[in-house]
Structure formats: C-alpha cells, structure tokens
C-alpha cells in the first residue's frame, strides 16, 4: 500500500502537470476515444503502457481472459457487454482491440479446470474459452505449444462472439467500425495481429507496410 500512495505522489508531482490541460479539455469536453480495447485482467498487461497511450485514447475493457460473451438479451449484470453497448453506441469508437497476450492464466486454466473447481464464478466465465481449447487440441501440440496456440485460438473465438452483438455487426458491415485482434508476447514485448483474410497472426509491424 505504501508503494501505490507514493506512486499517486509521484503522478501528482511529476506526470500529471504534464497533462493538466488535457485532463482539463477532457472534463469539459467529455471523451471521445476513437478506440474500446477489450484486455485482460493479468497486471503484466497494462494497455497504456504497452500502446503508449495518453488520457483520452482509450475506452479500456478488463477482465479474466479477455473474453467476449455472445450478445444476450437476458436481464442480468453484463460488464462487459454493457461496456462494450457504451463504447459502441454512446461513443461511437470507429475500432475495436482484443489485446491478447502470451502466458494467459485464463487459458493455461482451461487445460486445468480442477483449479477452478471450488470457483464457481471464475468455472463459469472460463466456459468461454473451450471453443479455443478443443480448436486448440485438435491442433496436437503439446506443452506451451498447446498454450500458445490456445491463446490465438481464444483471441478469433472472441472476434467471433463481437459480431454477435447486432450494432457491432451492423457497423463492421457498413465499415464504420473495424475489429482487432491482437496477441502482446510478455517476454519480448512484441504485438502480432490477425489477419482473418490470411487466417494467421502476423507482426504488428507489418500492418503497416
């Protein structure tokens, strides 16, 4: 706890002078991110940083896995359906990012369900991603193979649930929206992308080119 209120002293003293007329422009003129990026919970993954992004940039989506539940019309908690109903509607983001990343917790859980067991929310969400595990182990890989391979299979499974929401498939349709997948290797740093038309991942770098 120590550590986090001197980091907030830091950030009063030292970043947030730096962006007190953005805050600013902000409060008075509200947000309007072109982008909603879905991530993980994980704290290796921090999307500011990875991106680096300034306030404003990003409407950010977190949680286990970062997953995407299939559109619902049920009357219970969705947070990040709602989230994502906000972005989408209410802010009109032209882009949509899954940011995956290697060594997810959430798909390594899915090979070991008896972890979750005794977790009957975490057991639930994680239904989410055996789309990903069975594609994933038809593939026969083994070990971090079978891993890695989860966590890109998860990522287009995720893409998948997006269009089932009808305003995000009304607007990719239209191209007024366009969806991401992203995958952020934790050890090196880098960022590969799918490509739906190839079927594969590619440097992000390349996107460009």
């Not at 509607?89 to 369900?113: D, K, Q």
């Not at 057991?123 to 593939?139: F, P, Q, R, S």
């Not at 079978?146 to 239209?174: C, G, H, M």
Request: glycine share 6%; with cysteine.
């Amino acid at each position: 706890m120590s550590q986090l209120l001197e980091g907030n002293l830091n950030f009063r003293k030292n970043t947030f002078p730096k962006y007190a007329k953005e805050f600013l422009r902000l409060v008075q003129e509200g947000q309007t991110p072109k982008a909603l990026l879905i991530g993980c919970s994980d704290s290796r993954v921090i999307p500011d940083l990875v991106l680096n992004t300034k306030p404003g940039d990003l409407f950010i989506v977190r949680n286990v896995g970062n997953f995407v539940p299939p559109y619902s019309l049920s009357e219970d908690f969705h947070a990040t359906a709602s989230a994502l109903e906000y972005g989408v509607s209410v802010l009109n983001v032209s882009e949509i990012i899954i940011l995956g990343h290697t060594h997810c917790g959430a798909c390594a859980t899915l090979h070991s369900p008896e972890k979750v067991s005794n977790l009957p929310h975490l057991k639930k969400w994680l239904k989410l991603g055996e789309v990903a595990k069975t594609n994933a182990i038809a593939t026969k890989k083994q070990g971090e193979e079978l891993l890695r391979a989860t966590e890109r299979f998860s990522l287009i499974t995720q893409l998948d649930n997006l269009l089932t929401y009808p305003e995000i498939k009304k607007r990719v349709e239209n191209g007024s929206l366009h969806l991401h997948g992203w995958i952020f290797d934790i050890e090196t740093g880098a960022i590969e992308f799918y490509d739906s038309e190839l079927g594969k991942f590619l440097p992000l770098d390349s996107a460009t080119e």
